[in-house]
């Protein structure tokens, strides 16, 4: 079964301080991976996501993360932290093929960061 | 085009009272759609899942069950509210490989 382990609950940073946020999955084959980004009361907002191809994908905000098969790693970056960043971001593994069985995402338990001006 | 959306999006219900939560998706069709629950500090939790209309399966066992009684609706439902059904419910629909999600029902049962 697929898992998501994001081991940071909570990460302080101050505004336009680097960041990476840290995700490790578990799959049995090349897995297609996510991160997302909750503000409070909201949907989740697709940051990114890598299938194939290029391991450095680019998302929206600035934001970047990095696939490392040989670590299972799938860390989120961001040079400089703007406050408007502060929210909750999920880490997620999904199939990489198409079945019948819904396709569904696992999610990480999360990462709150908070960001101080 | 897609679009999707929840309601209500607050709910304060009694304990034993029933629930109803609806989705619906818009610019698409036929497709996957997705429960999800998140509760304080567990992260998301699958609830359930539809690939057609009828269509349900169902993650966890749990006092909630689920209808998908038109293409693009979704329907979250409870006979009777547990306390610990208390939560944030996320609807969402597949694209290929991405689910995209709406804005959620904060759901408190007092």
């Known amino acids: 079964a697929q898992s998501v382990t994001q081991p940071d609950i909570h990460i302080t940073v101050s505004e336009g301080a680097s960041l990476e946020l840290r995700c490790n999955y578990s799959?049995?084959?090349?897995?297609?991976l996510f991160w997302y980004v909750q503000s409070p009361g909201q949907g989740l907002q697709l940051l990114l996501k890598?299938?194939?191809?290029?391991?450095l994908v680019q998302g929206i905000k600035g934001f970047e993360a990095e696939f490392k098969r040989s670590q299972s790693s799938f860390n989120l970056r961001k040079p400089s932290v703007h406050w408007s960043d502060a929210a909750e971001y999920f880490c997620?593994?999904?199939?990489?093929?198409?079945?019948?069985?819904?396709?569904?995402?696992?999610f990480g338990t999360g990462t709150q960061l908070k960001v101080e001006l | 085009s897609q679009t999707i959306h929840q309601w209500p999006a607050t709910l304060v219900q009694p304990v034993g009272s029933p629930l109803s939560l609806e989705c619906t998706v818009e610019?698409?069709?036929?497709?996957?759609l997705y429960w999800y629950r998140q509760a304080a500090g567990r992260g998301l939790q699958l609830l359930f899942y539809?690939?057609?209309?009828?269509?349900i399966s169902s993650e966890v066992p749990q006092n909630l069950s689920a209808s998908r009684p038109q293409d693009r609706q979704f329907i979250l439902s409870s006979k009777k509210l547990l306390l610990s059904d208390s939560g944030f419910y996320l609807c969402?629909?597949?694209?290929?490989?991405?689910?995209?999600f709406g804005n959620g029902t904060r759901l408190t049962v007092t």
């Open positions: 969402a629909w597949r694209e290929a490989f991405t689910l995209h």
């Open positions: 799959y049995g084959a090349t897995p297609y």
């Open positions: 890598y299938f194939s191809g290029d391991t």
């Open positions: 997620a593994v999904g199939d990489s093929i198409l079945t019948g069985g819904g396709n569904k995402l696992t």
């Open positions: 610019g698409t069709s036929n497709p996957n």
């Open positions: 539809s690939v057609g209309i009828g269509q």
